[in-house]
């Protein structure tokens, strides 16, 4: 067999190997923060499929209705993107349903305020306010399961008529997750687990700033993805492209 028809054998092989790249944010080198929209994760895991439970991105486009009838996500939305997550209303569900794992490698140290954006669906258990439809489950810690309650309640907590279905709020969590010296340029794991059924994420920030509002919230650009090879063995993808490019040239 040719060499140039065993290389386009394998360029071929190559190509069609799964496409399952890590997606991993990669802090800016001058940037106190990372910032990345909910909907876009490294792996969403279900722990409960009869039916699937938990987790699913929800978008513009008419693919989700509502408990109110009306399109999730709304065309006025100011979800980041056009899109977020969601703990499914549709099914019966539990705690932990699903588990949502965000990678990101941080360029400086420091301790690290998350700020999220989120909005509230009604799951119809309780018409008369979105308190069952507030909360989520938060890790401790960068590499630790989502176990701690975090509940937005509040003044957007309102009573009923879904005045902002859709409309999504930023919180600050008063949480700090450490990043140290030792941390730093690695891959660190942030994962969510569900909770309440119509509670809904849209965007991530951590900085290193403690009170940003909004507006400044607002302001800061996505995070940038680390590029990486698809999902080969460790470095094959790399090395075979380098191998075929070398003998191409
Ligand atoms: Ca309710
Ligand atoms: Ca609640
Ligand atoms: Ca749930
Ligand atoms: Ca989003």
């Known amino acids: 067999m040719k060499r140039s028809t065993i ?7 190559v190509c069609a190997m799964p496409a399952a790249a890590s997606v991993i944010y990669e802090q800016g080198g001058g940037d106190d923060y990372v910032a990345f929209e909910a909907e876009l994760f490294d792996s969403l895991v279900r722990h409960d499929t009869s039916p699937d439970k938990g987790f699913i991105i929800i978008d513009t486009t008419p693919t989700y209705t509502t408990s109110f009838g009306s399109e999730a996500l709304p065309s006025d939305t100011n979800a980041s993107g056009g899109a977020a997550i969601l703990d499914d209303t549709r099914v019966s569900n539990a705690d932990h349903s699903s588990t949502i794992t965000y990678k990101i490698t941080f360029a400086q ?3 690290y305020r998350l700020y999220y954006h989120y909005s509230h669906f009604e799951d119809v258990s309780n018409t008369t306010n979105y308190g069952n439809e507030d909360s989520v489950y938060l890790p401790s810690d960068w590499n630790t399961a989502a176990n701690v309650l975090d509940s937005t309640g509040g003044p957007d907590n ?3 008529n879904h ?16 990043v140290t010296a ?18 809904s994420l849209d ?18 650009s996505n995070t940038a993805l680390l590029p990486t090879p698809a999902a080969l063995p460790a470095g094959l993808g790399l090395l075979t492209l380098a191998a075929l490019k070398r003998r191409w040239v």
């Open 109 to 111: 140290a420091g301790d």
């Open 163 to 178: 005045p902002h279905e859709g409309l999504y709020f930023w919180r600050n969590a008063g949480d700090t997750y450490t």
């Open 158 to 160: 309102d009573p009923i």
């Open 203 to 220: 965007r991530f920030v951590f900085s290193t700033t403690v009170d940003l509002d909004s507006a400044a919230l607002n302001a800061l």
């Open 182 to 199: 030792g941390q730093v340029g690695q891959v660190l794991e942030f994962n969510i687990d569900d909770r309440e059924s119509g509670y």
């Open 7 to 13: 290389l386009s054998m394998l360029l071929v092989a």
